[in-house]
């Protein structure tokens, strides 16, 4: 059953779910994408990528659309998510993937623009949910979460961490450091932030910040509320992240425990496919493009009795985009099966006529403001 995807936002993430959504094929079909970008420059920045390689198919743009490969996506150019034409175009998951509209309040103006599901590629205030697939991706429920958070790629990366030990050996408290690539959040060169760290030049420091991370554990497993805690250090890489974790555990473990505990996680169960095992000595360009949530590294693992640290590397965006297409086709797969909706029939004189409808309804905005 393919399910039908709109993305609002065409920056970093919203490029990488495109790419990862192609290579599942008929599973995923990309209906439209949401961006006030020029064309022009979306199309070369799709084609074109600095740590992802050349998408390998020809990309050009239309004034109303990106046509690349075989293939067509509508553009559309709506400033309100409320005006977009979800409904009109059939599409059963938005993944609302442009930074802005994060909050469970912002988001919804999807549902109001007639999607039956909105994914929020972030951290979300009052989501519906906030899912880690491969841990409780599965409590989805199309009834009760219309709009939910696919976490952060870091909660993604730290939360089957945190659950391999706990269900191993039990975790009673713990702190975690990201060793993160740079954002576009930051500054190239020292420039005003509202975070005075963030503010300094982000391809020269190690610049200390926050992370939410550790504490929305608790989003994920309950159970960890209140016992988990961290920070993150921006480092000068463009992707290729470390999650580095120091826990106090119910029992004594060695580091054979350990990292067998996590060997046999990634071999079988629900975290195969979510964490990888190595114990070869890897850096951190050897995980980019890797779209494992954590790559977990069996020779920095170390034990002092109960007290222990454990490591995972992750692609902050190839493995975080990897896992958001995961868990929009099980729970736009979900949602549409509950819902039983007919997909509309996929062709350019229905796009256009939703295109005209979202543009009539910005116009006759815009003229109301006027009065």
């Given at each position: 059953?393919?399910?039908r995807?709109?993305?609002?936002?065409?920056?970093?993430?919203?490029?990488?779910?495109?790419r990862?959504?192609?290579?599942?094929?008929?599973?995923?079909?990309?209906v439209?994408?949401?961006?006030?970008?020029?064309?022009?420059?979306?199309?070369?920045?799709?084609?074109?990528?600095s740590?992802?390689?050349?998408?390998?198919?020809?990309?050009?743009?239309?004034?109303?659309?990106?046509?690349?490969?075989?293939?067509?996506?509508e553009?559309?150019?709506?400033?309100?998510p409320?005006?977009?034409?979800?409904g009109e175009?059939?599409v059963?998951?938005?993944?609302?993937?442009?930074?802005f509209?994060?909050?469970?309040?912002?988001?919804?103006?999807?549902?109001d623009?007639?999607?039956?599901?909105?994914?929020?590629s972030?951290?979300?205030?009052?989501?519906?949910?906030t899912?880690?697939?491969?841990?409780n991706?599965?409590?989805?429920?199309p009834?009760?979460?219309?709009?939910?958070?696919?976490?952060?790629?870091?909660?993604?990366c730290?939360?089957?961490?945190?659950?391999?030990?706990?269900?191993t050996?039990g975790?009673k408290?713990?702190?975690m450091?990201?060793?993160?690539?740079y954002?576009?959040?930051?500054?190239?060169?020292?420039?005003?932030?509202?975070?005075?760290?963030?503010?300094?030049?982000?391809?020269?420091?190690?610049?200390?910040?926050?992370?939410?991370a550790?504490?929305?554990?608790?989003?994920?497993?309950?159970?960890?509320?209140?016992?988990?805690?961290?920070?993150?250090?921006?480092?000068?890489?463009?992707?290729?992240?470390?999650?580095?974790?120091?826990?106090?555990?119910?029992?004594?473990a060695?580091?054979?425990?350990?990292?067998?505990?996590?060997?046999?996680?990634?071999?079988?169960?629900?975290?195969?496919?979510?964490?990888?095992?190595?114990?070869?000595?890897?850096?951190?360009?050897?995980?980019?493009?890797?779209?494992?949530?954590?790559?977990?590294?069996?020779?920095?693992?170390?034990?002092?009795?109960?007290?222990?640290?454990?490591?995972?590397?992750?692609?902050?965006e190839w493995g975080?985009?990897?896992?958001?297409?995961?868990?929009?086709?099980?729970?736009?797969?979900?949602?549409?099966?509950?819902?039983?909706?007919?997909?509309?029939?996929?062709?350019?004189?229905?796009?256009?006529?939703?295109?005209?409808?979202?543009?009539?309804?910005?116009?006759?905005?815009?003229?109301?403001?006027?009065?």
């Amino acid at each position: 059953m393919t399910v039908r995807v709109g993305i609002n936002g065409f920056g970093r993430i919203g490029r990488n779910f495109f790419r990862a959504a192609r290579q599942r094929g008929d599973d995923i079909d990309l209906v439209a994408v949401n961006d006030l970008g020029d064309l022009r420059t979306m199309a070369h920045l799709l084609k074109y990528d600095s740590v992802l390689g050349n998408l390998g198919d020809q990309v050009r743009a239309t004034s109303t659309s990106l046509e690349v490969g075989d293939n067509t996506l509508e553009v559309l150019q709506v400033r309100d998510p409320s005006e977009l034409p979800w409904g009109e175009l059939g599409v059963d998951v938005v993944v609302e993937s442009t930074g802005f509209f994060t909050s469970r309040e912002q988001a919804a103006a999807h549902l109001d623009a007639g999607a039956p599901l909105v994914v929020v590629s972030a951290p979300s205030s009052g989501a519906d949910g906030t899912f880690v697939y491969g841990v409780n991706h599965t409590t989805f429920d199309p009834r009760a979460h219309k709009v939910v958070s696919n976490a952060s790629c870091t909660t993604n990366c730290f939360v089957p961490m945190v659950k391999v030990l706990d269900d191993t050996f039990g975790v009673k408290q713990g702190f975690m450091t990201t060793v993160h690539a740079y954002t576009g959040d930051q500054q190239l060169v020292d420039g005003p932030h509202s975070d005075l760290r963030r503010a300094r030049g982000a391809a020269i420091n190690i610049i200390p910040t926050s992370t939410g991370a550790a504490r929305a554990t608790s989003l994920v497993l309950e159970s960890m509320k209140g016992r988990l805690d961290g920070m993150s250090l921006r480092v000068p890489v463009a992707t290729g992240s470390l999650t580095d974790f120091n826990a106090v555990l119910n029992r004594q473990a060695t580091v054979d425990e350990i990292n067998d505990a996590f060997r046999k996680a990634a071999r079988s169960g629900p975290l195969k496919g979510i964490i990888r095992y190595t114990d070869d000595p890897i850096v951190s360009s050897d995980i980019i493009t890797d779209a494992h949530s954590c790559i977990f590294d069996a020779g920095l693992t170390m034990s002092l009795g109960a007290f222990v640290k454990v490591a995972g590397w992750y692609d902050n965006e190839w493995g975080y985009s990897n896992r958001l297409v995961d868990f929009v086709l099980y729970a736009g797969g979900k949602a549409r099966r509950g819902s039983a909706r007919k997909a509309p029939a996929k062709t350019a004189t229905k796009r256009s006529a939703a295109k005209k409808s979202a543009a009539k309804k910005t116009a006759a905005k815009k003229t109301a403001a006027k009065r």
